[in-house]
T-cell receptor
């Protein structure tokens, strides 16, 4: 398998701008997760999909955040009206249907809001 | 609620010596427990998991972890450390009867000295 890929790897944006990140999971992985990680912390859950259905969202996911997985393959995470507090590493992970507890993580997208 | 604590920010060990990275957890019911490793500029990689059964779990790269229910711990161990084991290690837990989403610890930086 080719692994989980994320694009872009780095994004610098000005406060108030919208940004969108993409995640391509491992093929045939039906679950896809988004996390946020800041320095010195572990990944914090944002949301997850099973196929195209968004099954759970964290309270961390404010109204400015939205995620989609329209065809059950790749996913996008959009942040509207970015704030400096949104600066973090955004991680995507996927897991297979027979071992859904084993998550495979991508390299992350580092967002810097200036 | 579920939570996990990694009491050490950093663990230093000499190459060839045994290593232990500590993790304690809290769940309402029975736990599923996980260890992940993060190398620089790489995504988190799954190492091992405890679901049920034998309290000693063996994983990738010669690592193992021991589940101790009375002490609510799941320490990661390796008999002989390698310099290449130097990385950030994350413990995670989820309640078997709860959400499918794990909660991650803050991570422990393992430094193996030659």
């Amino acid at each position: 398998d080719t692994g989980v890929s994320q694009d872009p790897r780095h994004k610098i944006t000005k406060r108030g701008q919208n940004v969108t990140f993409r995640c391509d999971p491992i093929s045939e992985h039906n679950r896809l997760y988004w996390y946020r990680q800041t320095l010195g912390q572990g990944p914090e859950f944002l949301t997850y999909f099973q196929n195209e259905a968004q099954l759970e969202k964290s309270r961390l996911l404010s109204d400015r955040f939205s995620a989609e997985r329209p065809k059950g393959s790749f996913s996008t995470l959009e942040i509207q009206r970015t704030e400096q507090g949104d600066s973090a590493m955004y991680l995507c992970a996927s897991s297979p249907p027979d071992r859904f507890d084993e998550q495979y993580f991508g390299p992350g997208t580092r967002l810097t809001v200036t | 609620a579920q939570s996990v604590a990694q009491p050490e920010d950093q663990v230093n060990v000499a190459e060839g010596n045994p290593l232990t990275v500590k993790c304690t957890y809290s769940v309402s019911g029975n736990p599923y427990l996980f260890w992940y490793v993060q190398y620089p500029n790489r995504g988190l990689q799954f190492l091992l998991k405890y679901i049920t059964g034998d309290n000693l779990v063996k994983g990738s790269y010669g690592f193992e972890a021991e589940f101790n229910k009375s002490q609510t711990s799941f320490h990661l161990k390796k008999p002989s450390a390698l310099v290449s084991d130097s990385a950030l290690y994350f413990c995670a837990v989820r309640d078997r009867g709860g959400s499918y989403i794990p909660t991650f610890g803050r991570g422990t930086s393992l430094i193996v000295h030659p």
